[in-house]
């Protein structure tokens, strides 16, 4: 089992930034990619970032890529997602995700955290 908790969401300005983090605890962490993914208010849940075990390999939806970037520290068990240039359309429930190999399909994942919201006003 991996229990997961996300932080560092809430209330920005379009244009402005925000970095969240997962950290994580139970089985080993390193052994584990990670991934990000958010749910707007009426609408499915999204892949939004993801990072293998090691860190070598990531990978963004195309709404997000080049500003957004996923990160690890396997010394601190946790995983950020660092968003800059922040749109309304960003504006979810962001979640992040643990499986054994990297993937960007929401039910690949395996275990789960409770989400932290986001808010991008205009």
């Known amino acids: 089992q991996v229990q997961l908790v996300e932080s560092g969401g809430g209330l920005v300005q379009a244009g402005g930034s925000l970095r969240l983090s997962c950290a994580a605890s139970?089985?080993?962490?390193?052994?584990?990619?990670m991934g990000w993914f958010r749910q707007a208010p009426g609408k499915e849940r999204e892949f939004v970032a993801a990072?293998?075990?090691?860190?070598?390999?990531?990978y963004y939806a195309d709404s997000v890529k080049g500003r957004f970037t996923i990160s690890r520290d396997n010394a601190k068990n946790t995983v950020y997602l660092q968003m800059n240039s922040l749109k309304p359309e960003d504006t979810a429930v962001y979640y992040c995700?643990?499986?054994?190999?990297?993937?960007?399909?929401?039910?690949?994942?395996?275990?789960w955290g409770q989400g932290t919201q986001v808010t991008v006003s205009s």
């Open positions: 995700a643990a499986r054994h190999a990297i993937a960007t399909m929401t039910d690949d994942y395996d275990y």
């Open positions: 139970g089985r080993t962490f390193s052994r584990y990619a």
């Open positions: 990072i293998s075990w090691s860190g070598s390999n990531s």
